[in-house]
């Protein structure tokens, strides 16, 4: 993608808030202070790689805003990351925190790197450098990390391993989305997954969608993409059709996803697939189906398309996946809309479930924990969706404009230091 795209993310954050602060008759103060992240960190650092070269990276740790608690935000591994769009994603796990109603700020770090093209060796290296580089600024009560795009629950391991070298002694809390054995949560690699489905099952409800066989579309199959596709298939849903980076699959009829899964760990990719027909991306987003759910990248429903988007629902499950100027299309032509900030944010409500277990050393069983995330999520809808229909904007804009709220509140009633 366009460097240019990408630097009008923080762009695009900075409107979407605007809007929300209209919509709540913002302060012009508090406007200006939420307006700009809080701190902004850059870090250079050399790598030496298998063939005993030194290679330099570049990564970043943003905080947007600590005043409902620590930070939080994942880590984004991907060869196009930059600035603009950290900060832009850092705000959006602000509101994303404080629009589901759990106590933390807003954070994100990226480097940038090709994940895929750097060995185990050399990706543990990187990780070990940069979790040194940014450790100024986390630790269970300051910033706290997770996976986002292009790390894994390994590369968290290696953060907590090397934040606890430091500290002499196991700092687990430091970051979530670790393994199992190390104080991860049960449950949290499925969470972005099953907090999409349950907010899908909540949508169709509530559009009296429970009554057939609602097809779906997933575009990504990603970690999101894939728990959805599994756990809506389980509820009774049918998976029609699924994409990755390299190929797109149709099956009207519904795609075996166990076949599936087996063709993926063998071809790398679902592209192949032998029972069903394969199409293009851009065919997946635009098929007849009943819920589209777009896994994958930002920007993907944008204003050249959101106009042949034949789904009844679109739950956002990756992050900015629909542009502003695609979501009034959308509203526009009746369609719904479950946003990012609720879809996917299954991940950092079982993200602070692992830090509340690893901060009291006590842990729950996973049905403990997907009863909570229900809870959470599902309450998270109904007030969005309250908010929508009595202010007459779609969930997007209520969304952010219950979290900003939310965030404004703290800010105003803590007060300016000194
Ligand atoms: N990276 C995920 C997100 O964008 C999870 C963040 C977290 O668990 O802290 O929501």
Redesign the pocket.
Same mark, same amino acid.
């Given at each position: 993608m366009a460097v240019e795209t990408r630097a009008s993310a923080y762009q695009t954050a900075q409107r979407r808030f605007d809007a929300a602060a209209d919509v709540i008759g913002l302060s012009d103060d508090t406007r200006r202070t939420l307006r700009e992240v809080k701190r902004e960190l850059t870090v250079h650092f050399p790598v030496r790689m298998d063939d005993g070269s030194v290679h330099v990276f570049t990564g970043w740790r943003v905080q947007h805003n600590i005043s409902r608690g620590p930070a +939080?935000? &994942?880590i984004r591994y991907h060869p196009q990351a930059n600035l603009e769009l950290v900060k832009a994603?850092a705000m959006l796990?602000t509101w +994303?925190c404080a629009a589901v109603g759990i106590p933390y700020g807003g954070s994100k770090g990226a480097v940038a790197c090709d994940p895929t093209k750097l060995s185990l060796n050399e990706l543990e290296h990187l990780t070990r450098r940069f979790a040194t580089e940014i450790a100024i600024l986390i630790g269970p009560e300051k910033d706290?990390? =997770?996976?986002?795009m292009g790390t894994n629950p390994q590369v968290m391991a290696w953060i907590m391993d090397t934040i606890s070298m430091h500290s002499g002694h196991s700092v687990t809390a430091s970051v979530? &989305?670790k393994p199992v054995d190390v104080g991860g949560s049960e449950g949290r690699t499925d969470a972005?997954g099953r907090g999409a489905t349950y907010l899908t099952l909540e949508a169709l409800k509530y559009l009296h969608f429970d009554d057939q066989t609602p097809t779906v579309a997933i575009q990504g199959f990603g970690q999101v993409g894939r728990s959805a596709a599994r756990l809506l298939d389980e509820a009774g849903l049918t998976i029609v059709a699924v994409s990755d980076s390299k190929g797109a699959i149709h099956n009207p009829k519904g795609l075996d996803l166990s076949a599936l899964e087996e063709h993926r760990q063998v071809r790398g990719g679902v592209g192949g697939f032998k029972k069903a027909e394969s199409i293009t991306n851009e065919e997946l987003l635009e098929l007849p189906v009943t819920v589209l759910v777009p896994a994958a990248i930002e920007q993907q429903i944008t204003e050249d398309n959101a106009g042949k988007i034949r789904a009844r629902l679109v739950t956002e499950g990756a *992050?900015a996946a629909v542009t502003p100027e695609a979501d009034q299309i959308l509203h526009d032509r009746g369609i719904f809309l479950v946003p990012d900030i609720i879809a *996917? =944010?299954g991940?950092?409500i079982v993200?602070y479930f692992e830090w509340v277990q690893d901060l009291q050393a006590f842990f729950w069983e996973e049905e403990e924990i997907n009863t909570k995330l229900h809870h959470v999520i599902t309450r998270a809808f109904y007030e969005i969706l309250h908010m929508s229909v009595n202010k007459h904007i779609d969930m997007r804009l209520a969304a952010y404009a219950l979290a900003v709220q939310r965030v404004a509140n703290a800010t105003t009633v803590r007060g300016i230091y000194p």
């Open positions: +939080k935000g &994942g994603l796990m +994303k706290i990390p =997770a996976p986002d979530t &989305g972005p *992050n *996917n =944010a991940g950092v993200s």
